[in-house]
């Protein structure tokens, strides 16, 4: 891992842990995967997110969709942290 962003706002060198966390809710209708990115040298706390996915139904289609990751409003997936 090289030294660089992280989604959801963070940072990370190469001794960045990275825990990624996936759960199913009971109803198998959406899961939800917590992202916790942990450095004592960089974070006060540990940096952690989510992402939640719903299922759609078995005859959806999906579409195929792409990113312009040299576009700054593409690459923007959230608003940034207010910083203090």
């Excluded at 001794?15 to 759960?23: G, N, P, Y």
């Excluded at 939640?52 to 409003?73: G, I, K």
Aim: contains cysteine; positive net charge; proline residues 10%.
């Amino acid at each position: 891992m090289t030294q660089g962003n992280v989604q959801g706002g963070g940072r990370r060198r190469p001794e960045t842990k990275l825990t990624e966390r996936f759960a199913l809710s009971p109803d198998g209708k959406r899961m939800t995967v917590t992202y916790t990115w942990d450095d004592p040298m960089l974070y006060v706390r540990p940096h952690t997110y989510q992402y939640a996915f719903d299922r759609l139904p078995a005859d959806s289609y999906a579409f195929e969709t792409w990113c312009d990751s040299s576009d700054p409003l593409q690459r923007q997936s959230i608003v940034p942290p207010k910083q203090q």
